[in-house]
């Protein structure tokens, strides 16, 4: 048995002693996610990280009580099963509901030009609904977002388009998220340049500050 697949169980145990909410579950879960966190499966796709997100959620909320799904059974298999499993199951319905998505707008998905050149190609990532519940873990985010004290996440934004940065788009994407055709409508801007900006620009600095918080 690895050191790995000795620690979490204890870690579990430990972390379901405490209150929802309380830092001493808080502390414990960050230690889970960190230690399996390199052990999940990865896929260079659009959504993976949208996928990634939600199966921390219910990482979360179904780790010691069966809030949004069925509690974990350490007696079926370990954490790390157990997380993979619902993460490439959000992947498949991702990629489900993206070729539905695009199936349906596919007559729309080339504009051409005056002269007849395709251009604007438009790749529409839409995505699943989330919880509404928030896990404590996230709380620090949105304070972390919200106050902004650098200021860099307000500066980051689309040319042009100043109210459309940062700052709002991840406070948008946490749960209760908005999903990308929902904000793409609301500004007038494309799903493939929102969600293209967020990927570059956006989602470096929240896995840094995960990463100064412990959390990856």
Known sequence: MSELERKLPQLVEQACQHPPGSPERQKNLTRIIRLTSSKLWRENLPYYQDALQQTWIFFCQNICEATTGQRYDPSRGSVVTWLNYYLRLRLKDYAIARGREQARVAPSQVRTSK???????????DNLPANPDIPPILDKVYAWATADNTGELRSLHIEGKPHVNC?????????????????ATEFGISVSTLSSFYQRQCLPRLRNFGESEGYI
Do not use: F, H, V, Y
């Not at 709002?168 to 904000?183: F, G, N, Q, Y």
């Open 167 to 183: 700052q709002m788009l991840i406070l948008r994407r946490l749960p209760p998220e908005t999903s990308w055709k929902d904000l």
């Open 115 to 125: 002269s007849g050149d395709a251009q604007d190609m438009i790749n529409p990532i």
